[in-house]
């Protein structure tokens, strides 16, 4: 699957943001599927994973509480929704897609990834 994110900006801090990621050649119903960052400087950091059939979530501690994550199958589409966003969230952020069966929050155990998107929360 070939994974695209889009939505990433410059944004204030306290605000809101919604990141997509739109899977093609194959639909994303069939992975698991999640979201990674990756702060300048930084590793990439794992912040939320979803099962195939929505049926359970997964969010890192990180951001539990501010962030969520949402897909519509139909449209082969993932979602970050992102609230009350500070600095320390600047990132690069990143879908990625995997075959296998559990949860997994290491990078390496993903498939596909997109080309990462930039949000950047500064006033």
């Known amino acids: 699957v070939q994974l695209v994110e889009s939505g990433g900006k410059l944004v204030q801090p306290g605000t809101s943001l919604s990141l997509s990621c739109v899977g093609s050649?194959?639909?994303?119903?069939?992975?698991?599927m999640a979201w990674f960052r990756q702060p300048p400087g930084k590793g990439r950091q794992w912040l939320a994973a979803?099962?195939?059939?929505?049926?359970?979530?997964n969010i890192s501690g990180a951001v539990k509480g501010r962030f969520t994550v949402s897909r519509d199958n139909a449209k082969s589409t993932l979602y970050l929704h992102m609230n009350d966003l500070q600095s320390e969230d600047t990132a690069t952020y990143y879908c990625?897609?995997?075959?296998?069966?559990?949860?997994?929050?290491?990078?390496?155990?993903?498939?596909?990834w997109g080309q990462g998107t930039q949000v950047t929360v500064s006033s």
């Open positions: 990625a897609a995997r075959v296998g069966s559990a949860l997994a929050i290491t990078p390496g155990s993903y498939d596909s």
């Open positions: 050649g194959d639909t994303i119903a069939d992975y698991w």
């Open positions: 979803m099962t195939r059939n929505t049926a359970q979530t």
